[in-house]
C-alpha cells in the first residue's frame, strides 16, 4: 500500500497547485474547499509552508468516530470514503488529531484518500508516494471502495 509523503516540503513555494489537481481530478470540481490535501504559511512568507494531509493513521480515529461507516478504515493505514452514507455531522473532522478532515461549507468532508493524483502537479517534487505496510493489522482493515 502507498501512502502520500512530503520529503521535500522545503521547496514548496505555496502554489496549491496540488491542492486545486486534488480538487479537480478526485471530486470533480475546482474548489479550494473540495481539496484533501491543502497547503498553509509555516509563519510567514520567510519560513516557508506546511502540507496538512491525512498521516494515514492505523487505526484511523476519523473512521472509529463516523456514526455511519461513512469513514471506514484503509488497509494499512488512512481511510476510504463513502459519500452515500455521510450524514455531515462533521464528526471525522473533530476526530482528527491532525486537522486534516475539512468541511466544506455545506458540511461536507473532504480528506486524503492518498490516491497520488496531485504529485505530478507539483512544481518542486515536494509530494511523492512512498511504500508502506504489510503488518498483520493491515490484513484485518475493511475492504477498499472508491471515493
Given at each position: 500500500?502507498?501512502?502520500?509523503?512530503?520529503?521535500?516540503?522545503?521547496?514548496?513555494?505555496?502554489?496549491?497547485?496540488?491542492?486545486?489537481?486534488?480538487?479537480?481530478?478526485?471530486?470533480?470540481?475546482?474548489?479550494?474547499?473540495?481539496?484533501?490535501?491543502?497547503?498553509?504559511?509555516?509563519?510567514?512568507?520567510?519560513?516557508?509552508?506546511e502540507?496538512?494531509?491525512?498521516?494515514?493513521?492505523?487505526?484511523?480515529?476519523?473512521?472509529?468516530?463516523?456514526?455511519?461507516?461513512?469513514?471506514?478504515?484503509?488497509?494499512?493505514?488512512?481511510?476510504?470514503?463513502?459519500?452515500?452514507?455521510?450524514?455531515?455531522?462533521?464528526?471525522?473532522?473533530?476526530?482528527?488529531?491532525?486537522?486534516?478532515?475539512?468541511?466544506?461549507?455545506?458540511?461536507?468532508?473532504?480528506?486524503c484518500?492518498?490516491?497520488?493524483?496531485?504529485?505530478?502537479?507539483?512544481?518542486?517534487?515536494?509530494?511523492?508516494?512512498?511504500?508502506?505496510?504489510?503488518?498483520?493489522?493491515?490484513?484485518?482493515?475493511?475492504?477498499?471502495?472508491?471515493?
Amino acid at each position: 500500500m502507498k501512502i502520500l509523503t512530503t520529503p521535500r516540503l522545503e521547496r514548496c513555494i505555496g502554489c496549491h497547485s496540488c491542492s486545486l489537481a486534488c480538487a479537480r481530478l478526485v471530486h470533480g470540481r475546482l474548489s479550494w474547499d473540495m481539496a484533501g490535501i491543502r497547503i498553509a504559511s509555516s509563519g510567514g512568507l520567510s519560513t516557508g509552508f506546511e502540507a496538512r494531509i491525512c498521516l494515514a493513521c492505523n487505526p484511523a480515529p476519523c473512521a472509529a468516530a463516523c456514526p455511519t461507516g461513512a469513514y471506514a478504515q484503509r488497509r494499512g493505514g488512512g481511510v476510504i470514503v463513502r459519500k452515500k452514507l455521510c450524514i455531515r455531522c462533521g464528526d471525522c473532522a473533530h476526530a482528527c488529531p491532525v486537522g486534516a478532515v475539512y468541511l466544506d461549507p455545506g458540511g461536507e468532508p473532504f480528506v486524503c484518500l492518498h490516491c497520488g493524483r496531485c504529485v505530478p502537479y507539483c512544481p518542486h517534487d515536494c509530494l511523492e508516494m512512498k511504500e508502506v505496510g504489510g503488518g498483520p493489522a493491515d490484513k484485518a482493515a475493511a475492504p477498499e471502495e472508491a471515493a
